[in-house]
């Protein structure tokens, strides 16, 4: 495996220079609509739109000049200002548009231009629409700083950033105590995940002096094998929380508490992706580690399966394309660690998963509104015939993500697998398993919400979405079918002097591999239609004694999990020392009541020695002050 | 025939503190001869003009070309860069604080101080006094009293100046603990809690002075570092007097098991005072701290860096666990305060001195107390606006949906809850790097991987509140006050320091790098 020298990004100059606009826009659209209020709420939503297309206009305008540029001049630093000089410490936020980041900002901002457009509609009759539409401006704003930042330090501001406007939008509705409490979820683990990150970052300070990508990336080569594993885990913490891998996936699943256009935008499309990007952009970090570059291809290869799993046995609609999500970003981070051979491919099927997840979610949405917020697919079934346009344009992303030849999906998934053969036979095979699961999960879905007979509730009457929902659903409809065959040949060439890689052959007729694939899919096809095609659904999930249902539809039992390991333990532990301060401390303090009790009381109870109590205390300490330094001179 | 020598005294270099303890002293004038209805604003318009001018004179001696340095006094007090800088962060902290002392808007046109500290809650007398609208402005003088006391106790250069200034600091906030004007006796109680614990901490400081004057035969820090270094006696006199002084002075820090004070008494004083003593106090207390221990005891700082790291790992344990189930405000800040003390400690266990051009551990620590400082002055001040029928409401659930009351405050509010957390573009978050990139070069990486690990529990505790805010449906009966500027300037202040620090920390960092050497 020869990995290139990184090339030494140029000097911005002409456009390049305003790349900071990207960014600055929609944040400064997001302030203005929080701040002033109830003037902006006729217009606050198209301003917002407005700020996200003109991120996206500059996006398509420097990848326009890079396409002209030679390879070799296509990255571009852009310094922005001196953040932190003093002594050792020089870091500098900038931004870096290089071959990678640019696909990332034209996927954030044209995926979400569109899902801004299409909320138009969806949240239509919310009356806080404005604030929706600001957070998801601010969440576009934290997404590009994440994206084109040039060091980690910068990255890791707006992957704070991003934290917190996903955190704000689960728990939009906050009418709904699950949302609250899901939004709280998703925050505890993603704050495990920040640990590592945190850590990480750190070490690159100590290490390198230095956290830019370049700087990084020249010094990575000589790192010791332990430094570099441990980096390398410590990234991995962090790509696991943000990217909902196992161990941390809990929180993806109860993200879906927010309003749909997030869980398209945020929770699908773009931010759950940040730890691919993440892995992908450290990739001089995890080439010094064989265990790290591991670890990442065992995390892929287990989420990918429990994704599948979890979206096998769910009834909830959104519940089941979480789960498909978490799957799929398995399979990108069993590319990304595979090394060399899968960046290309990691990449290239985290955006054409961009496009037909996007495209599904917000179909999902689309049927929800008709179905007045129903989300249980055993009570939709033939909606095809009434919602034509979605109907159709699902069925576009239904055909991208299980791989039929010719969509999206069926170029980089076959890849992937395709690589991860080479490299390991175990991960080759989870990786084709996977791919029938999928095609299971997804012929599943769309049996039992578009076909089959109606099983709809009363007063409910399905109809059409608005043209602001469904225009969006077909553009990315159309992307979904052609966005693989446009990037296939492209897209490792294009990213070899970001990823350091080399173009790998990659044949247009399916190998014996590639047919093998085709035909888990048709068999998982196969099954589900036998399954839930031919027989009529039953309105309640049947109860089942099976074990691998119950598993999946408590979620792999991940909840309980944590709660046992890290929820209980942590609570029991503050409740202890809680109980032990008020008893010995609080008693006098208890508030207003001792206040009206009487001077006597008060004095009585002063008198019980709670004083004394903390002179005790202090006495402890005393003796642990002594324990310690006698311990320090026998050591 | 010996010579005596007549005492010397650096007039133009010390005149800051003199400027703060003349204002004290003609404050308590005030008081004999004007009429009472004029003390409140000339005592108001005094301490402000008082503490502004000797800022200017701070800032004219730092300035100037010669003799701005050095030891002073006798060789009592020690003028160096660590003392300019920390005297100019009491002198604004301690403005800001005093301000919200001053604040008679809130309530009905009465300060947060009671009419009559001296009668008993509940007589006669006490309702007298409440309906002839009487106040005690005396808390201002005793407020600038304390600010000289921690002036000196942070540059005082032998242990017996740093006993005088450590009483001197102390005695007024434990008067000024027990004059709230509601919840009166558990003001009291905290008053008396505090004075009894503070005597007790006193009295371990003076032994620990005693022991050390044993082994060294001198007070001077100076003198104690060379004895140190060239010892007569056993260490083991040493090490308790040294043991001893620290305990002394992590009490004042609010470092555990030395804290229980600390949550008593800071929701039993009435709120400004709490705030007066969360930065002022801790910024004396870290101050002195940090050079006893670096200047006196340097040469032994493998003995005593094992002890602090162990202390500052559970003070950063038991603030942050038990902030996380807290349900009054001010008991929150508490423990949040304390767990800052072991954030802080964590730096001061790096000790890594100052190698040119690099940041130091004093300078960080200087740079998370001027951020942690800034936040704490506008949370209490807030803290004063949140209101019910009876004053402050300190039960978090009563700060529910604040948010849709006056999203001014509540964001406000937020900003200085991330600050705290440690948020990435706040002034906390720089602190918190820096404090643990001193621990990290001086050899500590146990210590800082432990802090990462608090600091983001921590992170839960102050947005669990921000959740509150915004997302829950708003209490009953809570209003936010409306405050006059005494009120607004130190809350606007304290939030635009605080995203201002995080943006652009730069100034600050090369300040407290380039002038954090000590004197000896």
């Known amino acids: 495996m020869i990995t290139l020298e990184a090339l030494a990004p140029v000097a911005a100059t002409g456009m390049f220079s305003y790349a900071w606009l990207m960014i600055a826009t929609p944040a400064v659209v997001a302030a203005i609509l929080l701040l002033f209020g109830s003037i902006l709420d006729r217009i606050g939503h198209w301003l917002a739109v407005a700020a996200v297309l003109f991120s996206f206009s500059i996006a398509a305008c420097l990848f326009a000049q890079q396409l002209q540029s030679a390879p070799d001049a296509r990255a571009v630093a852009v310094p922005m200002f001196e953040w932190i000089t003093t002594g050792m410490w020089h870091i500098s936020a900038g931004l870096l548009v290089d071959q990678l980041s640019i696909l990332f900002a034209l996927l954030v901002t044209g995926v979400g231009a569109l899902i801004h457009i299409y909320s138009v509609g969806y949240m239509a009759h919310d009356e806080r629409r404005r604030r929706f539409f600001a957070y998801l401006n601010l969440f576009i704003a934290a997404m590009l700083t994440l994206v084109l930042a040039d060091n980690y330090l910068v990255l890791f501001v707006g992957w704070e950033g991003v934290g917190l406007a996903s955190y704000l939008l689960i728990g939009f509705w906050q009418h709904k105590p699950s949302a609250a409490a899901a939004g709280t979820k998703a925050f505890v683990m993603n704050r495990i995940g920040d640990l590592g990150m945190t850590m990480a970052i750190m070490a690159m300070l100590a290490l390198f002096g230095s956290s830019a990508f370049t700087a990084v990336n020249a010094a990575a080569p000589h790192l010791e094998p332990f430094w570099a594993t441990t980096i390398g885990l410590l990234l991995l913490l962090g790509a696991c929380g943000k990217s909902a891998q196992v161990p941390l996936q809990a929180w993806l699943l109860d993200a879906m508490e927010g309003p749909t256009p997030v869980s398209a935008l945020i929770h699908a499309a773009t931010m759950v992706t940040a730890g691919v990007y993440l892995v992908v952009r450290s990739h001089a970090i995890f080439e010094m580690s064989s265990a790290a570059s591991t670890a990442v291809v065992v995390v892929g290869c287990v989420t990918l399966m429990a994704g599948a799993w979890i979206g096998s046995s769910k009834d909830d609609i959104k519940k089941v394309l979480a789960g498909s999500t978490m799957s799929q970003i398995g399979y990108m981070m069993l590319a990304a660690g595979l090394g060399p051979v899968g960046y290309a491919f990691a990449i290239f099927h985290l955006l054409t998963h961009g496009f037909f997840k996007a495209n599904m979610f917000l179909g999902a949405g689309s049927v929800m509104h008709g179905m007045d917020d129903d989300v249980n697919m055993r009570h939709y079934g033939g909606l095809a015939k009434v919602m034509k346009v979605t109907f159709w344009t699902f069925a576009m992303g239904y055909l991208a993500i299980i791989g039929v030849p010719g969509f999206a999906g069926y170029f980089s998934k076959d890849h992937i697998i395709e690589a991860a053969f080479e490299v390991s036979t175990v991960a080759g095979v989870t990786a084709l398993i996977g791919a029938g699961i999928t095609a299971f999960y997804m012929t599943r879905l769309m049996v039992m919400t578009f076909l089959g007979e109606r099983r709809w509730r009363e007063k409910v009457h399905p109809h059409e979405s608005p043209w602001v929902m469904t225009v969006p659903l077909i553009i990315l409809a159309f992307f979904s079918v052609v966005a693989g065959a446009l990037m296939n040949n492209w897209i490792q060439e294009w990213l070899e002097p970001a990823t350091g890689a080399h173009v790998q052959e990659t044949a247009l007729m399916p190998g014996p591999i590639g047919w093998a694939t085709l035909l888990v899919v048709a068999s998982g096809i196969a099954l589900a239609w036998w399954i839930f095609g031919t027989k009529p659904v039953p309105n309640v999930a049947p109860a089942s004694g099976n074990p691998f249902t119950v598993t999946g539809r408590n979620d792999l039992f991940g909840d309980l999990i944590n709660d046992t390991l890290v929820v209980r333990p942590t609570l029991a532990v503050s409740r202890g020392v809680v109980t032990g301060d008020d008893r010995i401390i609080d008693a006098g303090a208890d508030g207003l009541a001792g206040v009206f009790s009487g001077l006597s009381s008060q004095a009585r109870r002063l008198q019980t020695g709670q004083v004394r109590a903390y002179a005790l205390t202090m006495t402890i300490g005393v003796v642990l002050v002594g324990a310690v330094l006698i311990l320090t001179q026998l050591a | ?520």
Not at chain 2, 27 to 39: D, V
Not at chain 2, 196 to 208: E, N, Q, R, Y
Not at chain 2, 470 to 486: H, I, K, L, Q, T
Request: charged share 10%; aromatic share 12%.
């Open chain 2, 1 to 520: 025939m010996n010579a005596i020598t007549a005492p010397t005294f650096e007039w133009l270099q010390l005149a800051p503190i003199l400027t703060v303890l003349l204002a004290a002293c003609i404050g308590i004038g005030i008081e004999a001869a004007l009429p009472r209805r004029w003390r409140f604003v000339s005592q108001v318009l005094l301490f402000e003009l008082a503490i502004g001018v000797a800022f200017v004179l701070l800032v004219m001696s730092w300035l100037s070309p010669k003799d701005n340095l050095g030891l002073m006094a006798m060789d009592s007090i020690s003028l160096d860069g660590p003392s300019y800088l920390m005297w100019g962060a009491l002198l604004v902290f301690g403005l800001l604080s005093m301000l919200v002392f001053a604040e008679r808007d809130l309530n009905d046109g009465a300060s947060s101080f009671a009419a009559s500290a001296a009668s008993v809650p509940g007589s006669a007398a006490e309702t007298e006094a409440s309906l002839a609208r009487h106040e005690h402005s005396e808390v201002f003088p005793l407020a600038l009293f304390s600010l000289t006391g921690m002036m000196v106790f942070v540059a005082a250069n032998d242990l017996l100046t740093a006993f005088v200034a450590l009483e001197v600091m102390s005695l007024p906030l434990y008067l000024l603990s027990g004059m709230a004007r509601r919840r009166r006796l558990l003001s009291q109680e905290a008053a008396l809690k505090y004075f009894l614990l503070g005597a007790l901490s006193s009295a371990f400081f003076l032994f620990g002075m005693a022991l050390t004057y044993g082994f060294t035969g001198s007070f001077d820090y100076g003198r104690i570092s060379d004895a140190i270094a060239d010892p007569v006696y056993g260490r083991g006199l040493l090490y308790t007097g040294m043991a001893f002084l620290a305990i002394g002075l992590l009490f004042k820090i609010g470092a555990v098991p030395f804290h229980n004070w600390v949550p008593d008494v800071y929701v039993g004083a009435p709120t400004p005072v709490t705030g007066f003593m969360a930065i002022c106090t801790k910024l004396a207390a870290v101050g002195a701290t940090v050079r006893i221990f670096y200047v006196g005891f340097g040469g032994e700082r493998w003995a005593w860096q094992p002890l602090v790291a162990v202390v500052a790992v559970i003070t950063m344990a038991i603030g942050v666990v038990v902030a996380l189930t807290q349900s009054d405000m001010k008991r929150l800040l508490a423990y949040s305060s304390i767990s800052h003390a072991g954030f802080i400690l964590v730096a001061v266990v790096g000790a890594t001195a100052g190698v040119t051009g690099q940041m130091n551990s004093f300078g960080s620590i200087l740079f998370y107390l001027v951020a942690y400082g800034f936040a704490t002055v506008a949370a209490f001040a807030i803290v004063t606006m949140v209101r019910n029928q009876a004053g402050e409401v300190h039960e978090i659930s009563g700060w529910a949906g604040l948010g849709r009351k006056s999203p001014l405050l509540a964001g406000i509010f937020a900003v200085l809850m991330l600050s705290f957390a440690g948020i990435p573009l706040t002034g906390g978050f720089i602190g918190k790097w820096a404090v643990f990139s001193a621990a990290w070069r001086g050899g500590y990486a146990w210590l800082v991987l432990a802090a990462v690990a608090f600091s983001l529990v921590a992170a839960y505790v102050y947005l669990r509140v921000i959740v509150l805010m915004f997302f829950a449906e708003p209490a009953d009966g809570v209003v936010v006050g409306r405050a006059s500027g005494m009120t607004w300037v130190p809350v606007a202040l304290g939030a635009l320091a605080s995203a201002y620090l995080g943006l652009f920390p730069g100034p600050l960092l090369d300040l407290v790098t380039s002038a954090s050497t000590f004197l000896r």
